[in-house]
């Protein structure tokens, strides 16, 4: 009976011998797995806290920038609008008569003089009717010439004399009207200019009103424009215009000849007319300008180029460069060779009120004083207290009055 209590409690602790080394392994790779976790972490956090110091130690890396340093300058203030260019006399050619092109005595683009013969119409039929008209005139001629003698001795009454004399005046009529009628034939420049594109070939026939070509006097030349109405007080006769065509790498200088006595009541403008010289025959009549208009004394600001200013919503930036005592470099960053420096450039971000432009430039009324250097170009790259190298070798446009480059 006790043998057989003690016999399956042996037989239970058997069965579970094999659980236990198995128990200890995973136990032993748990662990094992649990310190290489751990290593890995302080592996990455001694690895952060050693970039750390190390960046800490090399400091801001520097940028290299360009500056220019802010100038007072005196600018004439000006108004501003766009202008058409109109021909000093331009019209487009035709005939007052019909009739078959026996010659063209001009090309395109030609420069002709006031009453130079530019196309000939066929008039032999006229020319000849021209010459009965001039026959009959002169018989009428002898005629009353001879009356004039035979009323001399009263040979003839005054009322007969009077007859030959009217039908000699209508004979001399009629040439007159004959010899306009062959004139009108010849079309001849009406003033001096250049002529356009001529189309007209001899032995085509033209109509009374048919546009043949269009002749231009380009020198001197009428800029039309429009200012506002509440301009008026600023815009007087007599007053000098600058005027820029694009696409032409000139000034133009006129002076206003002529004001509307009206204002336009859709728009509120007013109409008008410059005079500007052409001599070099740049401007031709349809082109589009910008004119400026001096108006006002003379205002002084300080500027700065456009290209330095960094626009954000919250307001206009620039950059400034700073010096500031540098402090020495750790013996692990700096080389052998190395000595501790003085006094080094940074850049400071500067909000600043900003005014009229005017070409490259722009006025500032508020945040800078004169003298003070600008980055005019690297500012992306900037932060307040940012370590800055100058390099001046490239400078950006900073001209008041800029023209297009033709390349």
Do not use: H
């Amino acid at each position: 009976m006790t043998m057989n209590m003690t016999t399956p409690t042996t037989d239970s602790s058997s069965k579970n011998l094999p659980k236990s080394p198995m128990r200890k392994r995973m136990i032993i790779m748990l662990v094992s797995i649990g310190v290489l976790m751990g290593l890995i972490i302080a592996f990455n956090v001694f690895k952060g806290i050693m970039i750390k110091k190390y960046i800490a130690g090399a400091g801001i890396p520097p940028q290299t920038v360009s500056t220019t340093k802010a100038e007072s300058l005196v600018w004439q203030p000006q108004l501003t609008t766009v202008g058409n260019v109109r021909a000093f006399r331009g019209v487009e050619l035709g005939t007052e008569v019909t009739g078959l092109v026996k010659e063209v005595l001009v090309k395109s683009g030609q420069e002709v003089k006031k009453g130079d013969l530019l196309i000939e119409l066929s008039q032999d039929a006229d020319r000849a009717q021209l010459q009965a008209l001039q026959a009959q005139a002169e018989l009428a001629r002898v005629i009353n010439e001879r009356d004039r003698a035979q009323l001399e001795i009263n040979a003839i009454s005054k009322n007969a004399f009077d007859s030959s004399q009217a039908d000699y005046k209508a004979k001399l009529a009629q040439v007159a009207q004959q010899t306009a009628l062959v004139e009108k034939k010849n079309l001849r420049a009406p003033f001096a200019g250049k002529v356009g594109i001529v189309s007209i070939n001899p032995g085509q026939y033209i109509n009374t009103g048919d546009k043949l070509f269009t002749i231009q006097t380009v020198d001197p030349v009428f800029i039309d424009f429009t200012m506002a109405q509440t301009t008026s007080e600023s815009i007087k006769v007599g007053q000098v215009i600058n005027v820029k065509a694009e696409g032409i790498n000139k000034n133009f200088t006129g002076k206003i000849t002529a004001i509307s006595p009206k204002v336009d009541p859709n728009s509120r403008n007013i109409q008008i007319e410059a005079l500007v010289s052409n001599a070099d025959k740049k401007l031709f009549p349809g082109m589009f300008t910008n004119v400026q208009i001096e108006s006002g004394e003379k205002v002084k600001y300080l500027t700065i180029p456009n290209s330095s200013i960094a626009y954000n919503p919250y307001g206009s930036m620039v950059f400034v460069v700073k010096r500031a005592e540098a402090t020495p470099a750790s013996d692990t960053t700096k080389d052998k060779d190395a000595k501790d420096t003085g006094p080094k450039l940074i850049a400071q971000q500067v909000l600043v009120t900003t005014g009229p432009s005017r070409g490259d430039q722009v006025a500032i009324l508020s945040g800078l004083a004169e003298g003070d250097e600008i980055v005019t170009s690297g500012q992306l790259k900037l932060n307040t207290g940012t370590p800055l190298i100058i390099n001046n070798s490239v400078i950006p446009a900073n001209n008041i009055n800029p023209t297009p480059q033709e390349k």
